[in-house]
Nanobody
Framework: QVQLVESGGGLVQAGDSLRLSCTAS????????MGWFRQVPGKEREFVAC????????YYADSVKSRFTISRDNAKNTVYLQMNSLKPEDTAVYYC???????????????????WGQGTQVTVSS
């Protein structure tokens, strides 16, 4: 069992930065691929970024590549999403997810994750 708690969301202006954090319970955090997804009302949850267990590989959605950075600190059971140059279209509820995945690329699909946080709202004004 893994419990995830996100934090760091808020209201910012276009061009600003935010860092989201997701802290996991349990002692096996380092065995989980971690992902960030986001969702706006009326739309399907979409992939943002994911990171492999040891942090050696990361994947990003094209829409956030070069602006967002995912990282993790296994000693703190925490995964981060640094978001720079935010745009109004980044406005969404952001969720972190965890799963023990064999393939790093499996981390890009929400359907491969069994553990989810409650979400944190990010609002970017123009």
């Amino acid at each position: 069992q893994v419990q995830l708690v996100e934090s760091g969301g808020g209201l910012v202006q276009a061009g600003d930065s935010l860092r989201l954090s997701c802290t996991a319970s349990g002692r096996t955090f380092s065995m989980y691929t971690m992902g960030w997804f986001r969702q706006v009302p009326g739309k399907e949850r979409e992939f943002v970024a994911c990171i492999t267990r040891g942090g050696s590989s990361t994947y990003y959605a094209d829409s956030v590549k070069s602006r967002f950075t995912i990282s993790r600190d296994n000693a703190k059971n925490t995964v981060y999403l640094q978001m720079n140059s935010l745009k109004p279209e980044d406005t969404a509820v952001y969720y972190c997810a965890a799963e023990r995945l064999r393939s790093a690329t499996d981390g890009t699909s929400q359907y491969n994750y069994g553990y989810w946080g409650q979400g944190t709202q990010v609002t970017v004004s123009s």
